[in-house]
């Protein structure tokens, strides 16, 4: 356990500096600083060693090489209790430095105030992010503060210790270090970028500075587009980086629906992976959803969901895609095709498709572990994805049906891929599994009913008193339960939850309809 003995501090966020190092300084703590902050901490009465002391050499070029050293660097690297590195460090007369207060130049209020190109060149920090990036590597002896924000921490972690800073403790630090340079770093390439080409192809603040890729286009064809790869997953196939292996390139819309057509695959292929899955994405809803023997009944069970909406969309397959689908494929206007595999023949023959697109994906195995980010004015959303899995579906009235809990399952991960407020209708036909109509994305529920009631007919299936009713969410008043009796459908799920659940539950008992309460609501907005 190393104690901090010496500091190096240097600040362009003033907040709270010379409380801290009056709280080291009265702790035995060596300080050394250069510039604006040993102005700032010599003003107010604590005593700074001057960094050029310990570099041997002056600031110069206008303040640009201060902590910039070959003794800088190797106090802060140096392994401590590493007996090459001890013995090295010594003859050197390398002194170790246990602690680096350090925020960055303030590129970013530059930026925010318009700054001109030379004044933002100026606020480039070189040495900052050199200190903090060598003791956050060495995080193992030293300790890093980026930011106002972690002083009071630091400081009771810092007494109770007795100069002593936990390791776990010095761990968040790093990672809080490497974060803001990274952060840091993808702003000035985001800056450079709109300078210099008149558009930015980094994301600061999600994926930072990772290069994108141009899509054909954005949502729209005015709109630019742009895929990154997250670097993290770099090693895995995903749908970020797995190549076409025909087609013209994807676009903004094309890869939202593959995701969607993906995730909704995978999710329902988890039910028993031994079966075949097909969903089909219509604008990131499933308009299509089946599960059976085969791959090419699950198509075929899929495209009778929507027929109309499945013009023009996307389809996902848990198996190997072969001749059989690929003809019914071919004979439709299909975008995008994804599967694990595709066996010659239909390769053969959606070869003659040109524009078709085909993408090699196997459905995850396990839950999603991506962060799902969008976008609002001024910053991004993130949140985990819907991994949320009903550990009890309970029986709240008993009517007349009886469905298999595996319906209840298809039904329930179909429901959740749609957008809310979302209603679907599934069925269980001669041992497959298929989405019959669903309602999506309306301000209210009853609508959705409709849609799914109507589209459900459309397709033609009429054997509503078969069919298990999802809602996404509760059911806050009886009108749904009404119409859905006047629908003639005899099994509802829905998460439960609503201030009129014992309404609900009534009028569900005065229909002899079947409701289950899930205890999990699964919006998508």
């Known amino acids: 356990m190393t104690k901090i003995s010496r500091a190096l501090v240097s600040v362009s966020n003033k907040k709270g ?92 209020e530059v930026v925010k105030k318009g700054g001109a ?55 968040m630090f790093s990672l809080e270090a490497f974060r803001h340079t990274a952060s840091y770093d993808a702003l000035i390439s985001e800056t450079f970028e709109k300078m210099l080409l008149g558009e930015s192809r980094s994301f600061h603040g999600s994926l930072e500075g990772e290069e994108a890729t141009k899509v054909r286009y954005g949502e729209n064809p005015h709109q630019r587009g742009y895929v990154v790869a997250n670097p993290i997953m770099a090693g895995s196939r995903t749908l970020a980086n797995t190549p076409c292996l025909q087609g013209k390139a994807l676009s903004y819309n094309n890869y939202l629906d593959a995701d969607a057509a993906w995730r909704s695959m995978s999710d329902l292929a988890r039910i028993n992976p031994e079966l075949n899955t097909v ?26 969901g929507d027929p109309i909406s499945a013009f023009g969309s996307i389809i996902a397959f848990s198996h190997e895609v072969d001749g059989e689908e690929a003809s019914f494929i071919c004979e439709r206007f299909v975008e995008v095709v994804i599967a694990p595999s595709f066996t010659s023949s239909a390769r053969d023959l959606f070869s003659k498709k040109k524009n078709l697109r085909l993408l090699e994906l196997a459905p995850q195995k396990n839950d999603f ?12 959303l993130v949140q985990d994805e819907d991994n949320g899995s009903e550990e009890k579906i309970e029986s709240v009235c008993s009517g007349n049906s009886k469905v298999s809990s595996k319906l209840i399952k298809f039904g329930i991960l179909v429901t959740k891929h749609l957008k809310s407020n979302a209603i679907s209708l599934c069925l269980e036909k001669e041992g497959s599994f298929l989405l019959a109509g669903g309602g999506m994305g309306n301000p209210n529920r009853l609508v959705s009913l409709d849609q799914a009631y109507q589209k459900a007919k459309e397709n033609g299936y009429n054997d509503f008193d078969q069919m298990v009713l999802i809602s996404d969410a509760f059911f806050p008043f ?25 309404e609900v539950i009534s009028a569900c008992e005065e229909f002899g309809i079947n409701m289950y309460f899930t205890g999990m609501r699964h919006f998508r907005h």
């Open 17 to 108: 500096i010379v409380e801290l190092c009056q709280a080291l300084t009265q702790a035995g703590v060596e300080v050394i600083s250069s510039g604006g902050t040993r102005k700032v901490l010599t003003a107010a009465g604590i005593v700074v060693t001057p960094i050029e002391e310990v570099t041997g050499n002056p600031e110069a070029f206008g303040g640009r090489m201060k902590t910039l050293s070959f003794q800088i660097s190797s106090s802060l690297l140096f392994r401590r209790g590493h007996s090459d590195d001890e013995v090295q460090a010594k003859s050197l007369g390398i002194r170790a430095i246990d602690l680096v207060i350090c925020n960055l130049y303030p590129f970013s």
């Open 369 to 380: 572990e991506d962060k799902m980010i969008r976008t609002i004015h001024g910053g991004y």
């Open 117 to 171: 190109e030379e004044e933002l060149v100026e606020n480039i920090d070189i040495g900052g992010p050199t200190m903090v990036r060598a003791a956050a590597k060495n995080y193992n002896a030293v300790t890093v503060l980026t930011s106002p924000k972690q002083y009071e921490s630091f400081l009771e972690s810092f007494k109770v210790g007795d100069g002593v800073v936990p390791i776990d403790i010095r761990k």
């Open 478 to 502: 009886r009108d749904n339960i009404d119409k859905a009796n006047a629908f003639g459908i005899k099994t509802i799920v829905q998460p439960g939850g609503s201030i009129k659940d014992k």
């Open 279 to 304: 969903t089909i994405i219509k604008h990131s809803n499933p308009c299509g959803a089946a599960i059976s023997s085969s791959n090419s009944k699950a198509l075929e069970l899929a495209w009778s």
